[in-house]
């Protein structure tokens, strides 16, 4: 007959918020779980602003068609590239490249 009290099974702790971090003191651990809150909110409206970014996006991509015109217009995208790679040096670009990339929809 087994007894469930004594398993081999390892008892499960909880992780303390140093070890969720990587930090060493405890301040240092609230420190980080406070700024990744924060980062997490920003995130959030990040995601949001791209979001809002596309469907403006579209909004133009549609009348820019009906018009007769083209789906994408390449020089624009240049514009915004510049802007991104003056504002946050090389990555902008590969940053600006990919927020285009998900504003062209399905081309």
Known sequence: MSNALT???PIATAATATDVTGARTEDAAALITGAR???DALDDR???LVQERMA???VIQE???T?????V???REMEILGHYRDALGKPGTA???TLLELCRGRV
């Open 67 to 71: 018009s007769g015109g083209r789906r």
């Open 56 to 58: 403006v996006s579209a």
């Open 63 to 65: 009348a820019r068609m």
């Open 46 to 48: 990040i995601i949001g």
């Open 73 to 75: 217009n390449l020089s």
């Open 37 to 39: 809150e924060r980062i």
């Open 95 to 97: 940053l600006a490249m």
């Open 7 to 9: 398993t081999n099974a």
